[in-house]
């Protein structure tokens, strides 16, 4: 797989801060991946997330996306369209009155044909399962569908890679769960490359790789298994870890010998099947 | 209870009104209101009249709809009716009094003027969404641009102010709750205690208005916004014959009104 994203020691401080956000991050993302990155508030995953499509510019260092500088103005755009992002605060970013029209928002931007729009706006509806809603107001829907047409009214752009900050920080259980469902289809179903900021360890269960921020730098990178699977890691970074891993920590304390990386709860209790079956 | 605010209401619906091209309805209501402005007798009100029920008919729009739309504006409209029947001069209907029957015509002319003239910009709001409408004036101001006028940044404006207003109105509803919460009181004293005790609302309000904001022109620059150029449109907006039908026929009552004047 080729490199899609890659920053080369980036450093950046927001105007009138004293510290620095990021401290030197160098990071590759390869194309197609379900990339999670995790840690506190303030760690630097959303200044990250934020270099990732020209939002912010490195004051140091270098961001390439899809082989093009983030620090070149004139192509802004061909950087935008590729790399889409969804915030934390699905009012504050849907634009229009109604469903259909707002998903159009980024299209009709491109400077997209009518007809072509059209198709996009429908298939993207379709691929987050918002379709039936198109001719609604996006206020009367409940948090998790706006995030949904958050997400639509990203991909209608085609691009290659999604970048969500925070996207289920202000929604209730079940808009969590749809969001991310939606987000794994995108990345397993429709080959999108996914970076995915939050502060749930749950979320990061199926995701390919795990990023640790803290401070300004990158303190741990490696599959969620591999993290999840070292208690002192997660301990010193302050993290929680998700509840299937903690179960198992508990049950192995208790003298049981069972694998750390069975982080789903299918799998998990698979796991533990087996082991009192032995 | 802030949610009972309605501002430019639509009613979605399928009749050939809501069909119509927004283009048509603006320009047919600008048609209308000077039409109505050149009735000075009571053929003229009749047709004005007849054209506002022909309209609301085909919108299937009940004229209670239209009418409770009228409420907050009866102070305004019973005030212009007593003035207009108190300082008219002509023939007293009883000997002595100051009313006379040329007061009590004018004011039943002026109230019907200020009615239909709110009726019809109604039968626009009800039967057009805000969305066409601002798509419409965008289409109908385009000639500014030649003069620099940002029709675009207009429009845009006007429809992002609109899809604001509930997100916005739900907020104030929070505030207040949490104002209240804490012992603020909004309902008893007079005027000047109860605008002091709005501020606490504004203030909140405001800011938080200002980071949405911000948020949002981060949200629509991600989404490769870069102004009005080269920007296409999903819905484009196309004339039918109905549009052209209805655009004659107003033409037509303009001519006719015009005429009427002319003769009077």
Known sequence: MSEIIRFDSVHFTYPGDELESLCGVSLSIEEGSFVAVVGHNGSGKSTLAKHMNAILVPDEGRVTVCGIDTSDQDRIIEIRRNVGMVFQNPDNQIVANVVEDDVAFAPENLGVEPAEIRRRVDDSLKQVGMYDYRQHAPHLLSGGQKQRIAIAGVIAMHPKVIVLDEPTAMLDPVGRKEVLSTVTDLCREHGMTVVLITHHMDECIHADRMIIMTDGYITADGTPAQLFADPALMESQGLDVPETVRLMYALNKEGWNLPLDALGVDECAEEIRKAVEN | ??????????????????????????????????????????????????????????????????????????????????LNVFYTKGTPVVEGWIITWEGIERAIQMILRITLLISGTFLLTYTTSPIAITDGLEMLLKPLKLIRFPVHEMTLMMSMALRFIPTLIEETDKIMSAQRARGADFETGGLVKRAKALLPILVPLFVSAFRRADELAVAMESRCYHGGEGRTRMKQLRFETRDYVTLILFVLFLAVMIMLKRMS
């Open chain 2, 1 to 82: 209870m802030l949610k009972d605010i309605t501002l430019g209401q639509y009613f979605p619906g399928d009749t050939i009104v809501h069909r119509l091209d927004p283009r048509t309805k603006l320009i047919c209501v600008i048609i209308y209101i000077v039409a109505l402005f050149l009735a000075v007798n009571w053929t003229g009100y009749i047709i004005v009249i007849a054209a506002t029920a022909a309209f609301m008919i085909l919108s299937r729009i009940s004229p209670k709809r239209v009418f409770s739309g009228l409420k907050p504006m009866i102070f305004i409209i019973v005030l212009t009716g007593a």
